[in-house]
């Protein structure tokens, strides 16, 4: 089984519910014997994918295994979705990608290429950095502040993350061994406000700008 893999950039929210559904394109099959002549499985040559965009702003993530029709030249006569990732979206985006892919053809004991059917894995993956938005970090923020106090901010795993990641930069740059929780929380509070005010706004994107 082959794995395709696609990242996304520049996404904002959350993980969001995924489409329910699958792809209602059917697939023909070849007699089950020229199935069973082969000795040497398609590689793919060329598999060009896109990254949905409105999968990317909806924050989907998946895994579709698709089904393919592969000719003896190794052109894709048919696909379908063999097991969904979950979004309608990325679905229809792996059987449209699939259908363009090039592979070597299937090769039978003697070398001949003979057409067969095989499955191929399509991933899209996106970093949760990358589905993170200003607006969530301002909910998440707000709600461990309304519910565990100020106090306890410390606890909270993005804070520990940044705060890290604000130590190694003022090292890179020359500056403090460390930075004081009050110098912290002076930045965290800026932090805060900017996505307030920038809520669409990927996280990521503004927490380098502060670095």
């Known amino acids: 089984m082959m794995v395709m893999k ?6 904002r929210g959350v993980l969001a519910a995924a489409a329910l559904g699958l792809s209602s394109i ?3 099959q070849p007699p089950a014997d020229t199935r069973a002549e082969v000795a040497k499985s398609p590689t793919v040559i060329d598999g060009p994918q896109e990254f949905p965009a409105d999968a990317k702003l909806a924050g989907h993530n ?3 295994l698709v089904s393919a029709v592969i000719t003896e030249a190794g052109l894709v006569e048919d696909a379908s979705v063999k097991q969904s990732s979950g979004s309608v979206i990325l679905d229809q985006a792996a059987v449209d990608a699939v259908k363009n892919w090039k592979l070597t053809p299937a090769l039978d004991e003697s070398g001949k290429a003979v057409r067969t059917v095989i499955k191929l894995n399509v991933e899209y993956t996106q970093a949760f950095s990358e589905k993170y938005s200003c607006r969530q970090f301002v909910i998440d923020s707000d709600w461990f502040d309304s519910e ?3 106090s306890r901010r410390e606890e ?3 804070y520990k993350t940044l705060r890290g990641m604000f130590v190694a930069s003022a090292l890179r740059r020359g ?6 929780k009050f110098d912290f929380d002076k930045n965290w509070n800026d932090l805060i406000e900017s996505c307030r005010k920038n809520p669409k706004t ?4 503004i927490w380098r700008k502060s670095l």
């Open 148 to 150: 565990r106090g100020l």
């Open 175 to 180: 500056g403090a061994a460390s930075l004081s």
């Open 6 to 11: 696609m990242r996304g950039f520049h996404c």
């Open 202 to 205: 990927n996280f990521s994107d």
């Open 156 to 158: 909270l795993r993005i």
């Open 62 to 64: 998946g895994t579709v």
């Open 26 to 28: 059917s697939s023909a």
